[in-house]
């Protein structure tokens, strides 16, 4: 069973996070767990101590689980695998970077709720934040049906962190998985060539149930994104370098998605 972290706020974003978790609950076996965190409303919100601060801070939960009940209440209709949201005062990235840490989750989905271009999303990659999660992250966009994902094969590190993630979360499911990556890509240093490690993860998703596809790219056009070629998948999955560098190709892919995108970084 796949344990997954959902974080939710009251915004348009977080709708559709939540839907696409229940969605992709219906294609793997997980569990999805909301987490709603109500920040300081201000610096001075926070202050004070002993019982008045308590009290606060239970009014404050108790305003929470009365917002967020709203918005998830009709998506607990449908999602069986949904469970109660949690609500927590504090900090919203230091709550929810404990909770992923302390309950062990395969998976953490948040909704975009900031600008999807490239230099956004290189400001993402190096945020404190996304930098200390040590599963992978879904980031919604919008919401369509779950019929086809796409796994982006860069380079061998990526495709390793891929392997791990797809083999583990992706077992016996329906939903076809397409990947790419360029054609005939060699190391320098003498290692399993790209082509070969892809060879490898198609192998370990075939003996897991997955429906897999192969798709050689000529080097020179897997260099060069275009939106084209990404559009028709409704979640894009790749490796991505914790320390990667602002004209990496990877954030290139990525600033083209329109729909959902796994970042797993490694």
Aim: proline fraction near 4%; include cysteine; charged fraction near 25%.
């Amino acid at each position: 069973m796949i344990k997954t972290l959902v974080s939710i706020e009251m915004d348009l974003a977080s709708s559709l996070a939540i839907r696409f978790a229940c969605q992709l609950g219906g294609a793997i076996d997980m569990e999805i767990h909301p987490v709603y965190v109500k920040e300081p409303l201000s610096p001075d919100s926070s202050r004070g101590a002993g019982w008045a601060s308590r009290t606060w801070e239970r009014e404050i939960v108790e305003t929470g689980k009365e917002e967020i009940s709203k918005m998830i209440a009709p998506e607990m209709d449908f999602c069986p695998k949904l469970y109660d949201p949690s609500v927590i005062y504090g900090d919203r990235h230091s709550e929810v970077g404990r909770i992923v840490q302390e309950g062990l989750f395969d998976l953490y989905i948040e909704g975009a709720d900031f600008t999807w271009s490239h230099a956004e999303l290189y400001k993402l990659a190096h945020t404190k934040f996304y930098q200390r999660l040590t599963c992978p992250i879904i980031l919604v966009q919008s919401l369509r049906k779950m019929k086809k994902v796409l796994i982006l094969c860069s380079d061998i590190a990526g495709t390793d962190i891929l392997t791990k993630t797809f083999e583990k979360i992706w077992k016996g499911s329906s939903v076809g998985l397409v990947l790419a990556h360029p054609a005939d890509y060699l190391t320098s240093s003498g290692e399993m060539g790209l082509k070969e490690k892809v060879l490898e993860l198609r192998g370990l998703l075939e003996k897991a149930g997955c429906a897999v596809e192969q798709k050689q790219i000529d080097p020179e056009v897997f260099s060069n994104p275009k939106e084209d070629f990404v559009k028709d998948f409704d979640l894009v999955a790749l490796g991505l370098d914790r320390a990667v560098r602002k004209d990496s190709v990877e954030l290139e892919w990525l600033s083209f998605v329109r729909t959902a995108s796994l970042i797993a970084f490694y």
